[in-house]
């Protein structure tokens, strides 16, 4: 059964056009993540929340956002993608967040950017 | 800043044969060790950790690893290779501040 559920798979979308990718999870976890992962390269986290206190990283590109409404959904936004934008992004979860946990990831929505 | 480095890209080996896939990291405090693997089209998915105690580590599917902490390593091994273990693995550490750093992975290639 599906516990992190990342919608859709695969978005194309236009230079400059405003998307979003989702994500829901089953697991009641207060933490989701979500992470960029370009080809051949590692998963890179962008931000995080912890219940609904956002953390963004340092690195985070301004034109990346997100929203918690409730526990169990979590969105990222690109306003204006870019072809450097173009990547797996991974959503993924833990139970709260400490250093040892494990984390529980979705199956990635794979973005074009034409 | 705590950091992962994974030698070897691609690694093949043949079925039956010892799988051994190499990690180092840079820690400034005692980490936690992770092994995720993603087979295609899948999310990743935690294979084993070390945080304390025994440093060797026993996963699923027949995995494991070893921290050596002199070596600043943590390298994964399976004593005989499937064709299913056919993936890409990622290393990781976190040095307790709630962020998992990750390794570029190293895709696994089965040999009939």
């Known amino acids: 059964d599906a516990m992190v559920i990342q919608n859709p798979r695969y978005q194309v979308t236009q230079f400059g056009k405003p998307v979003t990718l989702s994500c829901s999870q089953t697991?009641?976890?207060?933490?989701m993540y979500w992470y960029q992962q370009k080809s051949s390269q590692a998963p890179k986290l962008l931000f995080h929340?912890?219940?609904?206190?956002?953390?963004n990283e340092a690195d985070t590109p301004d034109n990346f956002q997100s929203r918690r409404p409730n526990t169990s959904f979590c969105f990222l936004d690109i306003r204006s993608p870019g072809l450097g934008d173009a990547a797996m992004y991974l959503c993924?979860?833990?139970?709260?967040?400490?250093?040892?946990?494990?984390?529980?990831f979705g199956s990635g929505t794979q973005l074009s950017v034409l | 800043a705590q950091s992962v480095t994974q030698l070897g890209s691609h690694v093949s080996v043949s079925e039956g044969a010892l799988v051994l896939l190499r990690c180092n990291y840079s820690s400034s405090v005692p980490p936690y060790l992770f092994w995720y693997v993603q087979y295609p089209n899948q999310g990743l998915q935690l294979l084993l950790k070390y945080t304390t105690g025994a440093t060797l580590v026993k996963g699923i599917n027949g995995f494991e690893a070893e921290f050596k902490k002199s070596e600043t390593s943590f390298h994964l091994t399976k004593p005989s290779a499937h064709m299913s273990d056919a993936a890409e693995y990622f290393c990781?550490?976190?040095?307790?501040?709630?962020?998992?750093?990750f390794g570029k992975g190293t895709r696994l290639h089965i040999l009939p």
């Open positions: 990781a550490v976190s040095d307790r501040d709630d962020k998992i750093i």
């Open positions: 993924a979860t833990s139970r709260v967040g400490q250093a040892n946990e494990k984390l529980f």
């Open positions: 697991l009641n976890h207060n933490v």
């Open positions: 929340y912890y219940d609904k206190d956002f953390n």
